[in-house]
């Protein structure tokens, strides 16, 4: 039996993980002697006698066919640590899983890529900062790597397939057990065109530990991560420190400095991360290699973005008044009733109008009931 199924065969089995795994490789244990190892060679190869006795009595050749024709029949490919198409910045972290199991297109493993992260109750502002950053980098040649969680997550995978750009979702369940289950629909989309992985075998529930530990997955596979918009608790931070961890690059959105939802990414660009407000800021740090990114205009000098005087970077292509800026950056944390706005803004109801309508007419806001505003 090749060596990648007895890899495999270590990882499907119960009571057996990576540091487990770790310490047979590193002793340099034979992977094809196992499948003849009894109890007592088991456990002097350092394992504890409960997972000595499970292997004895259960690590066969035929208990792993078993267990990769299980795998198959569900439409899932197995990557080992031992293939040749591992994908090599995974390699290069400081924990790289031995096994990985994908649904969808494989190769977008090698693809150039970046890591779009944020919180998961996202505001208006990062919505849309989200939505036009995956936009504009998928196009610009980047596969946008996420973890399919509500909120930031969610936004950029749906941007990246809006815009016919490739996506991978980095699950911290097994690939079969959809979390959060609303993302059912999205998953399968990405399936179409992207890519789904998990380092957790089928049939893993989503448990506490597991999230926060696929989080390497996201940021070793990319070149950089961005962090679109975070609280100071964010696990996205930890996707960050991950990011770092392993050497790369790491990105943040400023945001409002009244809106708790931007305080972990202000914090990050205050330790040095580099701060985002166009596509052009990141797509400078990989613009060679990119299929695209020399042919998209907000990449030309990048006049376009960084000098509108509006000073809303990626919403710099409609032009808006001073008033009109202030009450979209008011709106931008959160929708707001007619009488808020006049309270925070102490203009006559005339005014308010007349800069409401302009926005409204704009489609940078809209009327909802209640003559509440919100930003679109």
């Given at each position: 039996?090749?060596?990648?199924?007895?890899?495999?065969?270590?990882?499907?089995?119960?009571?057996?993980?990576?540091?487990?795994?770790?310490?047979?490789?590193?002793?340099?244990h034979?992977?094809?002697?196992?499948?003849?190892?009894?109890?007592?060679?088991?456990?002097?190869?350092?394992?504890?006698?409960?997972?000595?006795?499970?292997?004895?009595?259960?690590?066969?050749?035929?208990?792993?066919?078993?267990?990769?024709?299980h795998?198959?029949?569900?439409?899932?490919?197995?990557?080992?640590?031992?293939d040749?198409?591992?994908?090599?910045l995974?390699?290069?972290?400081?924990q790289?899983?031995?096994?990985?199991?994908?649904r969808?297109?494989?190769?977008?493993?090698?693809?150039?890529?970046?890591?779009m992260?944020?919180?998961?109750?996202?505001?208006v502002?990062?919505?849309?900062?989200?939505?036009?950053?995956?936009?504009?980098?998928?196009?610009?040649?980047?596969?946008?790597?996420?973890?399919?969680?509500?909120?930031?997550?969610?936004?950029?995978?749906?941007?990246?397939?809006?815009?016919?750009?490739?996506?991978?979702a980095?699950?911290?369940?097994?690939?079969?057990?959809?979390?959060?289950p609303?993302?059912?629909?999205?998953?399968?989309r990405?399936?179409?065109?992207?890519?789904?992985?998990?380092?957790y075998?089928?049939?893993?529930?989503?448990?506490?530990?597991?999230?926060?530990?696929?989080?390497?997955?996201?940021?070793?596979?990319?070149?950089?991560?961005?962090?679109?918009?975070?609280d100071?608790?964010?696990?996205?931070?930890?996707?960050?420190?991950?990011?770092?961890?392993?050497g790369?690059?790491?990105?943040?959105?400023?945001?409002?400095?009244?809106?708790?939802?931007?305080?972990?990414?202000?914090?990050?660009?205050?330790?040095?991360?580099?701060?985002?407000?166009?596509?052009?800021?990141?797509?400078?740090?990989?613009?060679?290699?990119?299929?695209?990114?020399e042919?998209l205009?907000?990449?030309?000098?990048?006049?376009?973005?960084?000098?509108?005087?509006?000073?809303?970077?990626?919403?710099?292509?409609?032009k808006l008044?001073?008033?009109?800026?202030?009450?979209?950056?008011?709106?931008?944390?959160?929708?707001?009733?007619?009488?808020?706005?006049?309270?925070?803004?102490?203009w006559?109801?005339?005014?308010?109008?007349?800069?409401?309508l302009?926005?409204?007419i704009?489609?940078?806001?809209?009327?909802?009931?209640?003559t509440?505003?919100?930003?679109?």
């Amino acid at each position: 039996m090749e060596e990648r199924w007895i890899l495999f065969g270590l990882h499907e089995m119960e009571g057996i993980g990576k540091k487990t795994i770790s310490k047979l490789i590193l002793g340099q244990h034979e992977l094809p002697e196992l499948l003849n190892y009894g109890e007592r060679d088991w456990v002097a190869a350092g394992l504890r006698k409960d997972q000595a006795a499970r292997l004895a009595s259960q690590f066969t050749i035929d208990w792993i066919e078993s267990k990769r024709e299980h795998v198959y029949n569900q439409g899932i490919e197995v990557i080992t640590y031992l293939d040749q198409n591992y994908p090599i910045l995974m390699k290069e972290t400081v924990q790289p899983p031995w096994v990985m199991y994908a649904r969808g297109d494989v190769s977008l493993l090698h693809n150039s890529s970046i890591a779009m992260v944020g919180t998961r109750m996202p505001t208006v502002y990062g919505r849309k900062v989200g939505e036009k950053l995956a936009e504009q980098l998928c196009n610009a040649g980047l596969t946008i790597v996420s973890g399919l969680a509500r909120g930031i997550d969610s936004v950029c995978h749906e941007a990246v397939l809006r815009a016919k750009g490739k996506t991978i979702a980095v699950f911290g369940t097994g690939i079969d057990n959809i979390y959060p289950p609303e993302n059912t629909s999205l998953a399968e989309r990405i399936a179409e065109t992207g890519l789904l992985l998990s380092e957790y075998p089928p049939g893993t529930r989503a448990r506490q530990g597991l999230f926060p530990e696929r989080n390497r997955i996201i940021a070793g596979l990319t070149l950089g991560t961005l962090v679109v918009e975070a609280d100071i608790r964010s696990g996205s931070l930890i996707t960050a420190d991950a990011a770092l961890e392993a050497g790369r690059d790491v990105f943040a959105v400023p945001g409002p400095i009244t809106s708790p939802k931007s305080r972990g990414a202000h914090n990050l660009i205050r330790q040095g991360a580099k701060l985002v407000t166009c596509a052009a800021d990141v797509l400078e740090e990989y613009r060679l290699g990119l299929p695209n990114a020399e042919q998209l205009p907000y990449n030309r000098g990048r006049s376009t973005e960084t000098t509108e005087p509006s000073g809303r970077g990626i919403f710099a292509e409609v032009k808006l008044s001073p008033d009109e800026q202030r009450v979209i950056y008011l709106l931008e944390q959160g929708e707001q009733s007619l009488d808020q706005l006049v309270e925070l803004l102490g203009w006559d109801f005339g005014h308010l109008h007349s800069v409401l309508l302009s926005l409204i007419i704009k489609k940078q806001i809209s009327q909802l009931p209640g003559t509440k505003y919100a930003r679109v």
